[in-house]
Structure formats: structure tokens, C-alpha cells
């Protein structure tokens, strides 16, 4: 989950406001993908979004749009990279993921290893 501490949740209805700063798609990965570029577009604010590695096809052009375009603002923090993802089982195993990631121009594709690794990609990407 990306969240910002503090930041409250943007919307209408309970626990929500239009001054919130952290936004809840859903499993809308295609349309996260294509906010978060629009807000990188405006070029004001840095945008970043989180979900599981194995979605990532869905937002796949999405990706492409923003590498092609140079988009320096979007992060995309993929979780649960791993043989290992638990209860799920093995429809949530991103085997093939990053390598499909590795072949887009002008995208930076960090795997980190442990704590250490996860500090230094995520200072790297903000």
C-alpha cells in the first residue's frame, strides 16, 4: 500500500475529503495508470502507485505511454514479486513480470533484495 501518513483519503463519503491526498482506485489498475500520468503530465506533483507485480499487464500501455512520453514523474511500486506470495498460489506468481518491464526505454526497473535495497530504490525513485 502507497499511502501518505497524514495526507488523508480523497473522495466524498466516510473518512474522505477533496483535500485528501491519497487516492483509492480499486482494482482499476488501467485507469491508476492513466491518472498517474495525467498528474505527471501537469508537471507539478510527483505521482506514484502501488499494486500487486502480476497486475501489471493490465496497465502495460499505460507504462508505455509514460516511458515513450519521458515521464519523470510516475513511480509504480509493484508488490508481491515473488515465487513465495502465499495463500494466493500460483496465479499470483510474476514469473515473466520483470523481464517484460526490463524492455521498455527510459524505465528504470529496481528488484531490491531486503530492507537495505528497498530503502536506496525507493530514495531513487523520488
Same mark, same amino acid.
Given at each position: 500500500?502507497?499511502?501518505?501518513?497524514? %495526507? /488523508?483519503?480523497? /473522495?466524498? !463519503?466516510?473518512?474522505?475529503?477533496?483535500? %485528501?491526498?491519497?487516492?483509492?482506485? @480499486?482494482?482499476?489498475? &488501467?485507469?491508476? !495508470?492513466?491518472?498517474?500520468? /495525467?498528474?505527471?503530465?501537469? @508537471?507539478?506533483?510527483?505521482?506514484? =502507485?502501488?499494486?500487486?507485480?502480476?497486475?501489471?499487464?493490465?496497465?502495460?500501455?499505460?507504462?508505455?505511454?509514460?516511458?515513450?512520453?519521458?515521464?519523470? !514523474?510516475?513511480?509504480?511500486?509493484?508488490? &508481491?514479486?515473488?515465487?513465495?506470495? !502465499?495463500?494466493? =498460489?500460483?496465479? &499470483?506468481?510474476?514469473?515473466?513480470?520483470?523481464? %517484460?518491464?526490463?524492455?521498455?526505454?527510459?524505465?528504470?526497473?529496481?528488484?531490491?533484495?531486503?530492507?537495505?535495497?528497498?530503502?536506496?530504490?525507493?530514495? &531513487?525513485?523520488?
Amino acid at each position: 500500500r502507497n499511502y501518505i501518513d497524514n %495526507g /488523508g483519503n480523497f /473522495g466524498a !463519503g466516510f473518512d474522505k475529503s477533496y483535500a %485528501g491526498k491519497n487516492l483509492y482506485f @480499486g482494482i482499476r489498475e &488501467h485507469a491508476m !495508470g492513466s491518472i498517474l500520468n /495525467g498528474i505527471a503530465y501537469h @508537471g507539478i506533483f510527483k505521482a506514484s =502507485g502501488s499494486t500487486f507485480a502480476v497486475f501489471v499487464d493490465y496497465f502495460r500501455p499505460t507504462i508505455r505511454v509514460a516511458c515513450l512520453a519521458e515521464l519523470n !514523474g510516475v513511480s509504480w511500486v509493484l508488490t &508481491h514479486d515473488s515465487i513465495g506470495v !502465499g495463500e494466493d =498460489g500460483p496465479t &499470483h506468481q510474476p514469473v515473466e513480470t520483470v523481464s %517484460g518491464l526490463r524492455v521498455f526505454p527510459n524505465l528504470d526497473v529496481m528488484r531490491p533484495s531486503d530492507a537495505e535495497e528497498t530503502l536506496a530504490a525507493y530514495a &531513487h525513485s523520488v
